[in-house]
């Protein structure tokens, strides 16, 4: 595969990659390393999934694939004991492979294996000493900055992300836009400590199925890749899906990023009453949408039969691996 083909498939579906040139450069070399990191928090849900089907294509095109399982980060981030995170990372890493993933091409790593090395800690001091307060606090995740009283730990966060990529010697660092002031913290940084600044993919970010900016395992407005087909059905069905609207339609987004990576169109049963079936593509569907021709009922109904059926893989893997 070319170079510029590789590219293309690399940027298509993401919102920015910072840069182009660097990233032609990085595909140069016979197996360079893409990352990306998670906390092991809760449930891997649609959210995450947009990462790691990015991640995927990575895989596809000659990418070693490594996995952050973020264990001290979470515990940071008061997600729980080391022991229970721990827990979850394990499941954490099951859903990823379950979703695709190939258990051999890709490299778990658990934060605390590493985060207590001596290497590590004296590049963390040294990114402490590179970097103002304030930057630090503007790269806290959004939780976090709008506490009343942030923690200390809520700083060394994003510095131990940074320090992070170092140790996993990254080509690429793949996250959704919640992930930029840390990334670009790591482009101005790094270099100054001797390394090579990563490639930055910034994927989108699914709203929540309640309408809430972000789909997030601590709010509960989540579709889990592993849900049963009941689960799923009720949680699209109570689902945020305004007439009319795009902007902000957590169903809308899931068609988007899911069912049209997948496939060129979508089915719509209706009963003949109201227009029967649709097989539409997905400037047809937003086209209808917006014009009030497609009612919230129908497409929360076409959108489910395909989400039973696409997570089906995951939760038969996750049923024969507990």
Same mark, same amino acid.
């Given at each position: 595969?070319?170079?510029?083909?590789?590219?293309?498939?690399?940027?298509?579906?993401?919102?920015?990659?910072?840069?182009?040139?660097?990233?032609?450069?990085?595909?140069?070399?016979?197996? *360079?390393?893409?990352?990306?990191?998670?906390?092991?928090?809760?449930?891997?849900?649609?959210?995450?999934?947009?990462?790691?089907?990015?991640?995927?294509?990575?895989?596809?095109?000659?990418?070693?694939?490594?996995?952050?399982?973020?264990?001290?980060?979470?515990?940071?981030?008061?997600?729980?004991?080391?022991?229970?995170?721990?827990?979850?990372?394990?499941?954490?890493?099951?859903?990823?492979?379950?979703?695709?993933?190939?258990?051999?091409?890709?490299?778990?790593?658990?934060?605390?294996?590493?985060?207590?090395?001596?290497?590590?800690?004296?590049?963390?001091?040294?990114?402490?000493?590179?970097?103002?307060?304030?930057?630090?606090?503007?790269?806290?995740?959004?939780?976090?900055?709008?506490?009343?009283? *942030?923690?200390?730990?809520?700083?060394?966060? *994003?510095?131990?992300?940074?320090?992070?990529?170092?140790?996993?010697?990254?080509?690429?660092?793949?996250?959704?836009?919640?992930?930029?002031?840390?990334?670009?913290?790591?482009?101005?940084?790094?270099?100054?400590?001797?390394?090579?600044? *990563?490639?930055?993919?910034?994927?989108?970010?699914?709203?929540?199925?309640?309408?809430?900016?972000?789909?997030?395992?601590?709010?509960?407005?989540?579709?889990?890749?592993?849900?049963?087909?009941?689960?799923?059905?009720?949680?699209?069905?109570?689902?945020?899906?305004?007439?009319?609207?795009?902007?902000?339609?957590?169903?809308?987004?899931?068609?988007?990023?899911?069912?049209?990576?997948?496939?060129?169109?979508?089915?719509?049963?209706?009963?003949?009453?109201?227009?029967?079936?649709?097989?539409?593509?997905?400037?047809?569907?937003?086209?209808?949408?917006?014009?009030?021709?497609?009612?919230?009922?129908?497409?929360?109904?076409?959108?489910?039969?395909?989400?039973?059926?696409?997570?089906?893989?995951?939760?038969?893997?996750?049923?024969?691996?507990?």
């Amino acid at each position: 595969m070319e170079t510029q083909e590789k590219v293309e498939i690399i940027e298509k579906r993401t919102l920015e990659v910072i840069n182009t040139d660097e990233l032609e450069k990085k595909l140069e070399k016979k197996s *360079p390393i893409a990352y990306t990191g998670y906390e092991p928090s809760g449930k891997i849900h649609l959210g995450h999934a947009i990462t790691i089907m990015k991640l995927k294509q990575l895989q596809d095109i000659g990418f070693k694939i490594k996995i952050l399982l973020a264990d001290y980060h979470a515990y940071l981030n008061g997600k729980g004991t080391i022991e229970e995170i721990e827990e979850m990372a394990e499941y954490n890493k099951k859903c990823f492979i379950a979703f695709g993933l190939s258990e051999e091409k890709t490299e778990f790593v658990l934060g605390s294996s590493f985060q207590t090395n001596h290497e590590y800690v004296e590049d963390l001091y040294k990114l402490a000493n590179l970097t103002t307060l304030s930057r630090a606090k503007r790269s806290m995740d959004q939780v976090s900055r709008s506490a009343e009283n *942030p923690k200390v730990a809520n700083v060394v966060y *994003p510095l131990m992300q940074v320090a992070d990529m170092i140790f996993l010697n990254v080509d690429i660092a793949l996250g959704g836009m919640e992930q930029r002031k840390i990334q670009m913290l790591a482009r101005e940084h790094l270099p100054k400590l001797g390394y090579e600044s *990563p490639v930055c993919i910034h994927t989108p970010l699914l709203h929540g199925l309640d309408g809430d900016e972000k789909m997030s395992s601590s709010k509960g407005n989540l579709i889990a890749i592993d849900d049963t087909e009941e689960e799923i059905a009720k949680k699209i069905k109570k689902s945020f899906c305004p007439m009319k609207e795009i902007e902000g339609n957590p169903v809308i987004e899931i068609a988007n990023h899911f069912i049209f990576s997948a496939q060129d169109k979508i089915l719509i049963e209706r009963p003949e009453k109201f227009g029967g079936n649709l097989n539409l593509t997905e400037t047809e569907l937003i086209d209808m949408y917006v014009q009030g021709d497609l009612h919230p009922i129908d497409l929360k109904s076409g959108v489910t039969k395909f989400m039973i059926e696409y997570l089906k893989p995951v939760r038969e893997y996750m049923l024969n691996n507990q």
